[in-house]
T-cell receptor
Framework: SQQGEEDPQALSIQEGENATMNCSYKTSINNLQWYRQNSGRGLVHLILIRSNEREKHSGRLRVTLDTSKKSSSLLITASRAADTASYFCATDAGETSGSRLTFGEGTQLTVNP | NAGVTQTPKFRVLKTGQSMTLLCAQDMNHEYMYWYRQDPGMGLRLIHYSVGEGTTAKGEVPDGYNVSRLKKQNFLLGLESAAPSQTSVYFC???????????FGDGTRLSIL
């Protein structure tokens, strides 16, 4: 079963708007990662946030992590049509589990021009 | 840099046939992984390896075998394919520690 649950399952916005996706998980983690998947392609890593970090930025991306609530959010600011993709959160339980990732079911983001 | 390369990209099998999916990485990564992705779902881990000569089971290992004879290659085998194994298979690799995984573009496998 999937550890992560993502919300919403689908999101449709206009170009220039902000997009927020949420992820919840169940067990303790070493870090949490966000990936993007364009249709028919592999996953591309976006950002990694460690369990002792609360917020991280990368370009137009902002990720928050609340380990007390076991939740994370991904904010994409000033969205572009090229941001249209599926976004997945994944949790890494650490080296003792081989840094294996457990994925959520993803959010399908559509950015309309 | 090619990164993570998966072959073949597409394959159609009949029930009961066997095949091997190949994953090759040129980043000298220690860890490698095989996932499957079914429609509308995230990735689920089949098997993984934390070093040459080592393998371990993931979340959904039944019906699959793997081998890591060389550091750069990770092979996924289906001994007797079943329709339930129709899926998109992704390979990934990474360095130890708080590092991201690097993914291939996937192998689309249909079993009739």
């Amino acid at each position: 079963s999937q550890q992560g649950e993502e919300d919403p399952q689908a999101l449709s916005i206009q170009e220039g708007e902000n997009a927020t996706m949420n992820c919840s998980y169940k067990t303790s983690i070493n870090n949490l990662q966000w990936y993007r998947q364009n249709s028919g392609r592999g996953l591309v890593h976006l950002i990694l946030i460690r369990s002792n970090e609360r917020e991280k930025h990368s370009g137009r991306l902002r990720v928050t992590l609340d380990t007390s609530k076991k939740s994370s959010s991904l904010l994409i600011t000033a969205s572009r049509a090229a941001d249209t993709a599926s976004y997945f959160c994944a949790t890494d339980a650490g080296e003792t589990s081989g840094s294996r990732l457990t994925f959520g079911e993803g959010t399908q983001l559509t950015v309309n021009p | 840099n090619a990164g993570v390369t998966q072959t073949p990209k597409f394959r159609v099998l009949k029930t009961g046939q066997s095949m091997t999916l190949l994953c090759a990485q040129d980043m000298n990564h220690e860890y490698m992984y095989w996932y499957r992705q079914d429609p509308g779902m995230g990735l689920r881990l089949i098997h993984y390896s934390v070093g040459e000569g080592t393998t371990a089971k993931g979340e959904v290992p039944d019906g699959y075998n793997v081998s890591r004879l060389k550091k750069q290659n990770f092979l996924l085998g289906l001994e007797s394919a079943a329709p339930s194994q129709t899926s998109v298979y992704f390979c990934a690799s990474k360095d130890p520690g708080n590092q991201p995984q690097h993914f291939g573009d996937g192998t689309r496998l249909s079993i009739l």
